[in-house]
């Protein structure tokens, strides 16, 4: 089935779940492609469509390049995915090059959607920034303050700004506490360039801790740009919150669950929505580090460190207007990470009440 950008405009646009996937590579979807579209590139789709598109029975639309491209890739991957059993999957007629000559928008680089957001939120809340010079003329000058880098601590052991301590995304609200106790410690927010450090600052700023908070502007990257030096295969990380530090970490997060109405689910309904997967799209997504997931996480759960699914959600969910179980050990993260993808416009998240509890939990990587 074939469907025209006309029609897949007006599909973008209601309230069913979709999947918009591009089959290209990865390097070829960067230089253009639709703002709602997934990359799943055709020699990946056995390895992530499983996961990205759950529900066998799920409207997908598969885009490759048109009419120039001689490979056929949204045939070939409609052909897989029936043998897969899916069976509601159409191709975009004329791919790429048909969307744009029907005169509609296409973007370049990758998580483009979220990176927008970021931009969008710097604008909105008027979120404080610092340049680099302004934060070395603070170190410098004996100023107090912690730096805190809100990347994966892959990216943060390859480089890192000196003193800086790792504590991605969704850990900034949770750990914070005991990092920065006196209340005129400044908190630096950091990151590769700008998106995590601006949704960084402004969770911290949202969930109302008494410091003064301010993201890096343009992060590592422009920090090294104005000449400064950086450290490399740091380990330094945010430690696990004292019994304190949750207290405080909850009642943040108690504050932001009221001011964006954030649903919670109760583990039973959680059971419940599982059992209906065959008519509804149900991602389970554990926001909490790696190394706490694979110690034990709800069976059907994937890891998707908060900081990251708000940075890079098409790399976690495909299906627009699905329904998002977002999990942790005591709320606190899962209620920072909701209360960002309902900014986005995802209308159905939830928090699981109380956390995973203590059990049954299955051990080891998804």
Known sequence: MAVSPEKLKEMLHDKDELALLDVREQGVFAKEHQ?????????????????????????????????????????????????????????????????????????????????????????????????????????????????????????????????????????LVYRVADLAPPPETIVVVNCAGRTRSIIGAQSLINAGIPNPVAALKDGTMGWQLAGFGLEYGQDRHAPTPSAGGITKARACAARVAKRFCINKV???????????????????????????????????????????????????????????????????RATMTASWLIQMGWSDVHVLAGGIGDGPLVQGAH
């Not at 759950?54 to 056929?72: A, F, I, N, Y």
């Not at 509601?88 to 927008?116: D, M, P, Q």
């Not at 790399?315 to 005591?330: H, Q, S």
Request: with cysteine; hydrophobic share 40%.
């Open 266 to 332: 109760k583990r039973d309904a959680l059971d419940a929505w599982a059992e209906e997967t065959g008519r509804r799209t149900l991602y389970i997504l554990d926001v909490r580090l790696p190394e706490e997931f694979q110690a034990g996480h709800l069976e059907g759960a994937r890891n998707a460190p908060g900081g990251q699914l708000v940075q890079a959600t098409d790399e976690y969910v495909a299906v627009r207007n699905a329904r998002l179980v977002l999990v942790d050990d005591n709320e606190v």
């Open 35 to 171: 703002l709602l579209a997934c990359c799943i590139p055709l020699s990946h789709l056995e390895l992530r469509v499983c996961d990205l598109v759950p529900r066998l029975t799920t409207r997908m639309v598969l885009v490759d390049q048109g009419p120039s491209e001689k490979m056929r890739l949204a045939e070939k991957t409609a052909e897989r995915l029936n043998a897969f059993g899916y069976s509601n999957v159409a191709i975009l007629e004329g791919g790429i090059e048909g969307w744009r000559t029907a005169g509609l928008e296409l973007f370049s680089g990758v998580n483009v959607l979220s990176k927008a957001f970021g931009e969008f939120v710097e604008t909105t809340y008027n979120t404080p920034r610092l340049s680099a010079e302004e934060l070395k003329t603070k170190i410098d000058m004996g100023q107090k303050l912690v730096i805190l880098d809100s990347r994966p601590k892959e990216e943060y052991h390859r480089m890192s700004i000196p003193g800086g301590i790792n504590s991605p995304g969704a850990e």
